[in-house]
């Protein structure tokens, strides 16, 4: 059974500032080196209509539809979900690519299925982001798919700006 073991706070100072490098680095055109595991958004501020920008890891990747999905760590308290959430066109960048595209939330059941199949592909990554975001699993394919239920979780589509 999944255990919430802590809640994940919002970093500031030092950790705020590793956190938001990889912006810096698709800011200088290095976002190559973050492989296709990591993507930008850039999405509206909802209050300021001014761009934001947000480096998160690619849960799962659909080439035949273009489709990254995406999880909320810090859930509905992140400022790039209640943007998005307000305005759902968002730029996405992989690499060197750059995509017009749409973000849609999932539904738990959908969420269930994206982290499962993440945690079949990358197991040990799955089990240090749940303990990062204050989850404690034991690796069963039910903590598994109960996670996916509860986590925030995005698709990310072509779209037209």
Known sequence: MVEKTSDLKHPSGISRILFRAPIWLYKFNL???MGKRALKITHIGRISGKPRHVVLEVVKHEPSNETYYIAAGWGERS???????????????????????????????QGEAVILDYAQRHPTAMKSLARFMGYQLDGSEADFRELGRLLLMFALKPGQQ
């Not at 759902?88 to 059941?109: F, I």
Request: glycine share 6%.
């Open 31 to 33: 976002g190559w080196l």
């Open 79 to 109: 400022d790039w979900v209640k943007n998005i959430r307000a305005n759902p066109r968002v730029q996405v960048q992989v690499g060197r690519l750059k995509m017009d595209m749409v973000a849609e939330q999932l539904t738990p059941e």
